[in-house]
């Protein structure tokens, strides 16, 4: 037995998917206020390719990312249709 805990060592691609899921998030969050068609669907499809590439620690983040991509995209179309602001 070893005194020293052994962890997993993170390849590239997995510090990748915790930027692309920050970005997805904050895009999204971009999106309700300004044009959400073109930022908001950009931002979820940032989100989807960071959950494609999360496999460990970043997972959840991930997933948030696109719930709260989607959640953005579509509360910013409602917002926009009701401001009468344009959609894109």
Known sequence: MSAVEQTREEGASESVAGFLATLGIFGGLIAIV??????????LFIALVASA????RHRGLAALAVGVAATSWFAGMVVSILADRPLW
């Open 34 to 43: 300004e044009r959400p068609v073109t930022i908001g669907v950009f931002a």
């Open 53 to 56: 590439l999360a496999s460990g």
